[in-house]
């Protein structure tokens, strides 16, 4: 089974600090993401990424940035954190083409006080 | 209007009821699709892929009308377990589209 590793399953960071949250997948998957999910709202894409070093905007790109060095880590960084940016946050990755779905991981839930 | 579109629910059905969901999407060149199963503060799970030609797991059938661009999803027999959110998944132009979920909660 692919497994899709957050490095921490809860979180909890002061406003204006730089957080660093890391994914790794272990299945050499091309493909790799960074959602938030907030009730009501539902999943929000923030940032992908299609091999390394390189990395698309999503639907809600602002106030976050990624890194992608190595093929299996794709990194999400608040770069100040804010309350607003308390939810959680769900990795996923997918070896690509178009029958393939996205496996997650089990989340990390961010509150930023 | 949202590129997928469900119903949020809650859905309360009994045990051993059939109960179905749909979603519409927008994008008519969509290439595939799933179903995924969210439970309470999890992430979610792919539960099935959808195929025009409908396909069938276990207690769970799964149908794409593409003329209408909708997706559904069947659960027959329905158990406690089968208690969560249900997120409905078309492809886009690169990536997937997840609807916000319908909530299906059976009771004893």
């Known amino acids: 089974d692919v497994k899709v590793t957050q490095s921490s399953r809860y979180l909890v960071k002061r406003t204006g600090e730089k957080v660093f949250l890391e994914c790794v997948q272990d299945m050499d998957h091309e493909n790799m993401f960074w959602y938030r999910q907030d009730p009501g709202l539902g999943l929000r894409l923030i940032y992908f990424s299609y091999d390394v070093k390189m990395k698309e905007k999503g639907d809600i790109p602002e106030g976050y940035s990624v890194s992608r060095e190595k093929k299996e880590r794709f990194s999400l960084i608040l770069e100040s954190a804010s309350t607003n940016q308390t939810s959680m946050y769900l990795c996923a990755s997918t070896p690509g083409g178009y029958g393939y779905g996205y496996t997650f991981g089990s989340g990390t839930r961010l509150t930023v006080v | 209007r949202k590129e997928v579109e469900q119903d949020p629910g809650p859905f309360n059905v009994p045990e051993g009821a059939t109960v179905a969901f749909n979603c519409t999407y927008s994008?008519?060149?969509?290439?595939?699709f799933f179903w995924y199963r969210q439970d309470c503060r999890k992430e979610p799970k792919l539960l099935m892929s959808v195929y025009s030609s409908g396909n069938e797991d276990g207690r769970f059938t799964a149908q794409l009308n593409r003329a209408s661009q909708y997706i559904s999803l069947l659960i027959r027999d329905s158990k406690l377990s089968d208690s969560a959110t249900y997120l409905c998944v078309a492809r886009g132009t690169d990536k997937l589209i997840f609807g916000t979920g319908t909530r299906l909660q059976v009771f004893p």
């Open positions: 994008n008519s060149a969509s290439q595939s």
